[in-house]
Antibody, heavy 121, light 107 residues
Framework: EVQLVQSGGGLVQPGGSLRLSCSAS????????LHWVRQAPGKGLEYVSA????????YYADSVKGRFTISRDNSKNTLYVEMSSLRAEDTAVYYC??????????????WGQGTLVTVSS | EIEMTQSPATLSVSPGERATLSCRAS??????VAWYQQKPGQAPRLLIY???TRATGLPARFSASGSGTEFTLTISSLQSEDFAVYYC?????????FGQGTKLEIK
């Protein structure tokens, strides 16, 4: 079974930092691009970031560029996002997602369970 | 950034009836569109990709069509488990963008 299990998250003060992790199983991790998508409370889905299968290419939404860093460890089947200079508007449930098929942009056929990040003093 | 506009925002339909959800892109996205279903407290679930290809295991009552800027998701005979929020997504242009969602509710 293809599975993405997330960890990390929680309450952080404005300007603080946090790292989210996403552990994968059930597929050949190093073959697939991975992404982060977030959802503010009661709102819709917002695309955040992408990383190619080998980690050589990364992409960021303008809203997080310069503050978030996506990375992956293919030896550990784990995806990460390091978030810094956090703002109240970064408060959201963050999902790690796997792209359906090969390539980087594309539909997402597997989603993690989501982890809530709350930025508040 | 490509804007994906979904309509209506809320759709009230009785079980057993047909539901038609629309998604319009601000410029052509070819057929690089997906549809997702999200129930309260759950992660979204992929339903359709490539504008019309059903995800594995998706019941045949779900169908979708469109290309360019106009896309439609149709649920032919609504079951109780279909009442949820539906999102469209494009990946033709960076960044990938989602519509704001259509809430499908029981009439």
């Amino acid at each position: 079974e293809v599975q993405l299990v997330q960890s990390g998250g929680g309450l952080v003060q404005p300007g603080g930092s946090l790292r989210l992790s996403c552990s994968a199983s059930g597929f050949s991790f190093s073959d697939y691009a991975l992404h982060w998508v977030r959802q503010a409370p009661g709102k819709g889905l917002e695309y955040v970031s992408a990383i190619s299968n080998n980690g050589g290419l990364t992409y960021y939404a303008d809203s997080v560029k310069g503050r978030f860093t996506i990375s992956r460890d293919n030896s550990k089947n784990t995806l990460y996002v390091e978030m810094s200079s956090l703002r109240a508007e970064d408060t959201a449930v963050y999902y790690c997602v796997k792209r359906e098929g090969l390539g980087i942009p594309g539909p997402f056929d597997c989603w993690g369970q989501g982890t809530l990040v709350t930025v508040s003093s | 950034e490509i804007e994906m506009t979904q309509s209506p925002a809320t759709l009230s339909v009785s079980p057993g009836e047909r539901a038609t959800l629309s998604c319009r892109a601000s410029q052509s996205v070819s057929n690089n569109v997906a549809w997702y279903q999200q129930k309260p407290g759950q992660a979204p679930r992929l339903l359709i990709y490539g504008a019309s290809t059903r995800a594995t295991g998706l019941p045949a009552r779900f169908s979708a069509s469109g290309s360019g800027t106009e896309f439609t998701l149709t649920i032919s005979s609504l079951q109780s488990e279909d009442f949820a929020v539906y999102y469209c997504q494009q990946w033709h242009h960076w960044p990938q963008t989602f519509g704001q969602g259509t809430k499908l509710e029981i009439k």
